[in-house]
């Protein structure tokens, strides 16, 4: 971590999908001179996302030139300069088939991610009803996914995962978070089809703004010098947590009427935010 004499002036965040990455994958080149002009002005450079490492480094984020990569919904941070994991949360066995135990109850289909740095390899089961975008994910990732046969299988875990591709979906939501309320539940639209909703559930603790707090806190920076900006349910916490928290104009309506809105993501919103937002002065 840096020490008092390399103390950042600020700290920027950002999501990846749907924020910072463009519809069609890319990254805007406004955007990255966006946050070129953050390093030179002393600003630490963060990415937030949902996504494992294994998946941030096949897309564009592999790219970009930043500090930290906060991953998997806050359950690892990793240090770019040197490739270094310096922060980690995972689940009991125990908390794993408890929460397996639920989600079979609830006939949900769910993939159960192996600890970090593995967490690409998952086991999955499936429900009776049909399930599109799980689907779509599991052919994504199949060379790392291995079908659930019985709880004896089960380990510690990163995170589980289940998909909803139904209306409905707020309710079963929060019959996850009655029934399993130490874990840290989080939802969020699907990045694949952009209408099934994904739910989360991690170690107690996990997510996007408790971990860039974590961060903050080790590198001396306040929540007063944090700018953060995203565009789902999933940055919620984070963007009340951050001095100025922001969205970008294809975020939710319900979002944008709690949060200042930018530009889109595919039309310079980071860079908006960043430019815009005087936070540091």
């Known amino acids: 971590m840096e020490n008092s004499a390399t103390k950042p002036a ?10 910072l990455v463009r519809s069609d994958g890319t990254l805007a080149k406004v955007d990255l001179e966006a946050l070129a002009f953050l390093k030179d002005r002393g600003i630490l450079r963060v990415v937030a996302t949902g996504r494992s490492m294994y998946s941030f480094r096949r897309s564009s984020g592999k790219k970009l030139t930043i500090e930290y990569i906060v991953f998997s919904c806050g359950a690892g941070i990793l240090k770019t300069a040197d490739k270094q994991l310096i922060y980690k949360k995972s689940l009991s066995t125990l908390q794993v088939i408890r929460a397996v135990h639920v989600l079979d109850q609830l006939d949900l289909s769910y993939m159960v991610h192996r600890e970090i740095p593995a967490n ?3 086991l999955y089961r499936r429900a ?16 790392f996914a291995e079908s659930l046969d019985g709880i004896e299988a089960l380990g510690p875990a990163c995170q589980l995962l289940s998909v909803l591709p139904y209306d409905g979906g707020a309710d079963i939501y929060r019959q996850i978070r009655q029934r399993l309320p130490e874990f840290s539940v989080i939802r969020t639209t699907s990045p694949l089809d952009h209408r099934s909703l994904w739910i989360e559930m991690f170690a107690p603790g996990v997510s996007k703004g408790r971990t860039v707090a974590w961060l903050s806190e080790q590198l001396g920076v306040g929540p007063q010098n944090v700018l953060a900006v995203g565009n789902d349910y999933n940055d919620c916490d984070l963007l009340e947590w951050a001095g100025k928290g922001i969205v970008v104009a294809n975020a939710p309506d319900d979002l944008k009427q709690k949060f200042p809105a930018v530009a889109s993501n595919d039309d310079g919103g980071v860079a908006e935010a960043i430019y815009r937002s005087n936070i540091w002065n």
Not at 10 to 19: E, K
């Open 120 to 122: 690409h390899f998952f």
């Open 10 to 19: 600020g700290i920027f965040v950002t999501d990846f999908d749907g924020t």
């Open 128 to 143: 009776n009803s049909a399930n599109p975008d799980f689907e779509r994910r599991l052919n994504l990732y199949r060379p």
